[in-house]
């Protein structure tokens, strides 16, 4: 008894040196329990301590110590079966006993790691429930709040174990519910979040019936603890999560209720914020009951009042959520509910709220009511283009000129906005507004007192604007260009003139985007300012100028051609990358970094091979580092015992203490460019990638672990894109390794993308599936469909269920199909249906024919005038491209149905919409096997009047391609020179240079076999224009060789009048190169 008195001491005496604020203390009182550990009479020895210790602190430590020698199940099943009794018995007796509160949490703690380990708790462990109902019912107020906090973390470590009893424990939930003790009401609904996803239908009525209640309780912890409010609050998240419809019956009371909380200005400001983001969350995952309990006015009420009492100082409005008021995150729930309701349902209204705060006498309300229609310009992009754009344009405009400078930065704001998101129907006005804003940027950088986040929003406008202009932007070149070398010129190092340097080469790289090679001209002054900001950095405010200039010198090299970068300046550069690597731990310059190496291995000058090896590596260190990356565990250790562990079980990897993790923004972003960089570099340098392709594809796997979106997005197409490179190299190499390390990757990635697209709640990682799966079938073909006997089927169910809306990252409450939609939600039903003619042009038209007919209503139900241009232009498009895929006599069944469609489409005003509709009605004529004979005079005539006003140069290039189409079908039936003659007058094909594969092979397989003369008698016009589909490299080889031999025999059949046409054409035509020895 003496020797086993003197153990309890001694372990009592190590735990209370824990406590000293010597670390040498520390350190060697945690060896030397871990010595004493591994002994079988430890654990009895610390129950001990437990229950004698007059410390509590020690008391606290020893059922932490306890927990940590059963937390893992191994553990726990290791120790005899005298030592779990013992344990399971006492713990109540103890915890009975127990005054302290952090010990009581301790032990409550470890009777849910208890409660984890037991198959049956009723049968294995009766005693916690005898417990928790005498507890629970008892007289004394602490000793309910300790029955439910036992029941809270039992609840949290053994939902499973408790769902047979889950009936029973809602019965009590119902009592405790209305406990006078506030504490005991929190903790009940702590309970019910842990339990939400054992819900099944059979509990599903008994657990709604409690929501009312619970909202009452919240609103009474509003009223004095903003952090058990927020947590009380998580039960909604889990609730909207959850896949049994608890809170369907509830959902506009739980939305009153939120926007109640998110009005109160007495409440504190978190517990506001946590009400706004339940509420985002409903707006996300329960649109349509949304809808149909008309809540999308009171939510835009509460919702613009909110954003019209913003701080005016509160200028960044993307700023980190940390520190976010309620006021600035209701600009979010106003881009969820545009992001995720039909425009018709949004703009309108908004329409009304910011007319009205724009004429206000109140600034803050003037300037919410033009960050307004900014917020909503990416949800309702094509609403906002095709009915109120020049209207919305106007309104902005007039902000520039108010006298408040928060005003004009909501103004701002508004008009980056539309910039950004309204391409590319805003660029028709470039001759007012790229002038305008280089303008507004001089006159606020002169200003007496320049304002930054005004000069931020100004660049950030022009920036947004001037990237998607294409061949818009020449005219504008010499001013803007102008413009902003000239803030790269001075030698100023103010805060402004910095920022202004950065501004200027973020400008500048989406210039390059617009104008590709028609920067050159410019392109040796800006190499100079890059040599001056890339090289001899030493400030903080300098790295930042550095960090734009690499990725400006990054979207330059993957615009512009060989010509300027030639093999010299891309080498250079890769070498600078390196060393920039090399000299700055920094992940913003490693990011650059990969993403300058990412578009120079675009390029044909660049030869990578020789630096492959240390580009590899540097990356994949990115992808393998733990920098700035957070552990989190369950928080019920005190700090001292915070690394300590008692095990040696670093090779488990199943902690259960294990709550998740967190990274800072800059190692995920490093980590989202080193993965698209890896596998751009594995495309192109494929045969020298293979050595790092394994490691490549099994490290990039496990980003989805960090939970980014982006960086889960980044990994889905990387993983993508190396499949692509093994099925390249196999195809060229032909050998046994690459073969099965393809089936294998295929076998894994092909079910992982389906699944994806299936159960994946965010939408924008169900498209990214979506968009790998139709690389891969595009690449590689036939391979993707054999990784099963029904991966065929497998992949059109699963786009029948996004076109049906049967997937997790849709509204489960949704049914009707011919409901207004989202635009977002109509992108991902585009994504879904881009994949069936990649599956017909594979499987072919005998197997697709029949799920054709199945898609074929869908498709068709997107093409009603009712619908929008977005959704009318995926349906003609899908057709169109099916049955292009299909060939042969695939548009016979639908023929007479689809032609009157494709007829009122063609008179859209969407530009797209035209020109697919075009392209469809010629698919349709070629595939119908002469069934629209009689129509052929309508579809050209229509052709004819469409061509006199089309200004969308793609519409006119697919009139020509349909014509051709139309004359290869049907010329038998058709006056054939008045129809060559106007397919003669449509050409050049001037931006869809793929459809010169149509016209040459009319040329060559109709018109010359048939109509030979006539193809004489324009020789002339015809060689210029074959020699500019050549030079595009656009043609098949089999039409090639066709076309060439059709120039040979006019030759030799048409000497003269060949002569006399080759005389016009250029010498670098490559109709030259057929007559080596001349002519």
């Keep these: 008894m003496a020797e086993e008195t003197q153990t309890v001491n001694h372990i009592e005496v190590l735990l209370q040196q824990l406590l000293t604020p010597d670390n040498d203390v520390i350190k060697k009182a945690t060896e030397a329990l871990k010595g004493l550990s591994p002994d079988p009479a430890f654990l009895p020895t610390l129950c001990q301590v437990l229950t004698t210790s007059q410390n509590s602190q020690v008391r606290q430590y020893a059922a932490v110590l306890l927990r940590r020698k059963i937390v893992k199940q191994r553990q726990w099943s290791a120790l005899p079966e005298e030592i779990r009794s013992g344990l399971k018995c006492n713990l109540f007796d103890v915890l009975a006993k127990e005054d302290q509160s952090p010990v009581r949490n301790s032990l409550a703690q470890l009777i849910g790691t208890v409660a984890h380990h037991c198959d049956d708790i009723t049968s294995e462990w009766p005693q916690l429930f005898e417990f928790l109902n005498k507890y629970v019912k008892s007289e004394n107020s602490l000793e309910r709040q300790v029955a439910m906090s036992v029941l809270k973390t039992v609840s949290a470590e053994a939902s499973e174990q408790l769902q047979p009893l889950l009936k029973d424990i809602l019965d009590l939930c119902a009592q405790t519910l209305y406990d006078g003790n506030l504490i005991v009401p929190y903790y009940t609904i702590l309970v019910m979040n842990n339990l939400v996803f054992e819900v099944s239908s059979v509990e599903m009525k008994q657990f709604a019936a409690l929501i009312p209640r619970i909202l009452e309780v919240i609103k009474a912890l509003a009223l004095h603890d903003e952090e058990e409010t927020c947590a009380a609050m998580d039960l909604f998240d889990s609730l909207v999560k959850c896949e049994v419809p608890v809170l369907h019956p509830h959902v506009k009371t739980v939305v009153d209720f939120c926007l109640n909380l998110a009005a109160t200005e007495e409440i504190d ?25 008309n809540m999308v006015q009171p939510i835009l009420d509460v919702v613009f009042s909110l954003m019209c009492k913003c701080d005016e100082e509160e200028e960044d409005l993307e700023d980190s959520e940390e520190t976010e008021k309620a006021a600035s995150y209701a600009a979010r729930i106003m881009d969820s509910l545009a992001l995720n309701l039909p425009p018709e349902k949004i703009v309108t209204q908004v329409m009304r709220y910011s007319a009205q705060a724009i004429h206000s006498q109140q600034p803050s309300e003037r300037k919410a009511g033009y960050v307004a229609l900014g917020i909503i310009a990416e949800g309702c992009s094509d609403h906002i283009t095709s009915k109120y754009l020049e209207q919305f344009l106007q309104e902005i405009i007039k902000g520039f000129d108010d006298v408040h400078p928060g005003v ?12 950004e998101h309204l391409q590319p129907g805003i660029t028709k006005y470039a001759n007012e507004l790229i002038p305008f804003l280089v303008n507004y940027a001089v006159k606020m950088k002169e200003s007496a007192n320049p304002s930054l986040s005004t000069l931020t929003r100004t660049y950030y406008a022009l920036e947004a604007y001037v990237e998607n202009l294409e061949k818009d932007v020449f005219p504008f070149l010499p001013e803007l260009m102008t413009h902003l070398l000239s803030l790269l010129d001075t030698a100023e190092t103010t805060e402004l003139a910095l920022k202004l340097k950065e501004f200027s080469f973020s400008c500048i790289a989406s210039i390059a985007c617009a104008a590709k090679t028609n920067l050159n001209p410019y392109f040796p002054q800006i190499m100079e300012y890059f040599k001056m900001y890339l090289f001899g950095i030493e400030t903080e405010e300098m790295q930042e100028i550095q960090l734009q200039a690499l990725e400006t010198l990054s979207s330059m090299a993957r615009e512009m051609d060989e010509e300027t970068f030639t093999e010299e300046v891309a080498n250079t550069c890769v070498s600078l990358g390196l060393a920039l690597i090399a000299q700055f731990n920094d992940p913003d310059v490693r990011r650059c970094v990969y993403s300058l190496l990412s578009s120079l291995a675009t390029l044909k000058t660049t030869n990578m091979v020789s630096q492959l090896q240390p580009i ?45 993790i967190s990274i800072e923004n800059a190692y995920l972003d490093e980590k989202e460019d080193a993965c698209t960089a890896l596998s751009d570099i594995a495309l192109q340098y494929y045969e020298n990638f293979m050595p790092y392709i394994e490691e490549c594809y099994q490290e990039t796997m496990k980003l989805g672990e960090y939970g980014s979106s982006d960086v889960t997005k980044s990994s889905l197409k990387a993983l993508a894109n190396f499949t692509i490179a093994v099925y ?13 390390a393809l089936k294998a990757m295929l076998g894994e990635l092909v079910p992982k993308f389906i699944e994806q697209v299936r159960t994946e709640r965010d939408r924008s990682l169900a498209m990214t599936a979506l968009y790998c799966l139709q690389e891969m079938l595009d690449s590689i073909g036939e391979d993707v469909l054999k990784v099963s006997d029904d991966c065929f089927t497998t992949i059109v169910s699963t786009i029948k269920a996004v076109l049906c809306g049967k997937t997790a990252c849709q509204d489960e409450d949704e049914e009707d199909e011919d409901e207004e939609q989202a635009e977002y939600d109509t992108f991902l039903l585009e994504y879904a249906a881009g994949t069936l003619p990649l599956l017909a042009k594979i499987v072919g038209s005998e197997i697709f024919t029949p799920y054709l007919a ?63 509709s075009v392209y469809a009605l010629g698919v349709l004529v070629t595939t119908s096997n002469g069934a629209l004979a009689p129509k052929y005079g309508q579809i050209l005539q229509t052709f004819d009047e469409m061509i006199k006003s089309e200004k969308y140069p793609r519409a006119r290039d697919n009139i020509c391609a349909s014509t051709s189409r139309i004359l290869s079908a049907g010329h038998a039936q058709l006056p054939v020179q008045q129809v060559y003659s106007l397919l003669l007058d449509l050409l050049p094909i001037t931006q869809d240079l793929g459809e010169y594969e149509t016209v040459c092979k009319c040329f060559a397989d109709c018109m010359y076999t048939h109509y030979k003369p006539m193809v004489a008698e324009t020789m002339p016009q015809l060689l210029v224009i074959i020699t500019e589909a050549l030079k595009t490299d656009k043609l098949s080889t089999a039409t090639s060789d066709k076309l060439a031999l059709m120039i040979k025999d006019l030759k030799d059949t048409e000497p003269e009048r060949f002569q006399t046409a080759m005389s016009a054409v250029p010498t670098d035509s490559p109709i030259w190169s057929l007559f080596p020895a001349g002519l």
């Design 728 to 740: 390249d190299y196999n195809k060229k190499m032909a050998d046994t390794v690459s073969d099965t």
């Design 616 to 660: 590899v590596n540097y990356m994949l260190e990115s992808l393998k580092s733990t920098e700035g990356v957070k552990v989190h565990y369950t928080a019920e250790d005190n700090p001292a015992l915070a690394h300590f562990e008692l095990d040696d079980t670093a090779e488990e990897d199943d902690d259960e203490d294990f709550a998740g």
């Design 854 to 916: 199945q898609f074929m209503p869908h498709l068709v139900k997107k093409c009603k005038p009712s619908c929008t241009s977005t959704e009318k232009s995926y349906g003609v498009g899908t057709i169109a491209e099916c049955l292009d895929m299909m060939g042969g006599d695939s548009g016979v069944p639908y023929a007479a149905q689809l032609t009157p469609i494709f007829l009122r489409c063609m008179k859209d005003p969407d530009d797209e919409l035209r020109n697919n």
């Design 269 to 293: 400001n978190s517990a506001r914020v946590k009400a706004l983001e339940v509420l985002s969350c409903l707006v996300t995952l329960k649109k349509k009951a949304i809808q149909k309990l």
């Design 408 to 419: 004009r930065n909501g103004a701002m704001f508004a008009l980056g906005q539309f910039s």
